[in-house]
Nanobody
Framework: QVQVVESGGGLVQAGGSLRVSCTAS???????MGWYRQRPGNQRVLVAT???????NYLDSVKGRITISRDNAKKIAYLQMNSLEPEDTAVYYC???????????WGQGAQVTVSS
């Protein structure tokens, strides 16, 4: 059974940095991976994705501040967040997709809170 689990959320002051990790397990398949976030009362939106070939995509408002990377051998995706702003406060969800079957998997979410 495929699972994706986030770790590393928490509380940080504005201007600070935080790294969240997502670990996929239960499969030998290398999957596309990424992060979405959801603020209270808002829809879940894409923050960053990284494909199996390493190509990346970012939400415009996080470009230059947030970087996604991956370790295929460990099946881990990282989201390095710098220069954090209160507007980055949200629950961050890990996402993974099997390339051939096109099946999506979601983590339970990790709270990131940026205080002003």
């Amino acid at each position: 059974q495929v699972q994706v689990v986030e770790s590393g959320g928490g509380l940080v002051q504005a201007g600070g940095s935080l790294r969240v990790s997502c670990t996929a397990s239960g499969t030998a398949i290398v999957m596309h991976m990424g992060w979405y976030r959801q603020r209270p009362g808002n829809q879940r939106v894409l923050v960053a994705t990284i494909q199996t070939d390493g190509s990346t995509n970012y939400l415009d408002s996080v470009k230059g501040r947030i970087t996604i990377s991956r370790d295929n051998a460990k099946k881990i995706a990282y989201l390095q967040m710098n220069s954090l702003e209160p507007e980055d406060t949200a629950v961050y969800y890990c996402w993974a997709k099997q390339p051939v079957r096109q099946k999506d998997y979601w983590g339970q979410g990790a709270q990131v809170t940026v205080s002003s």
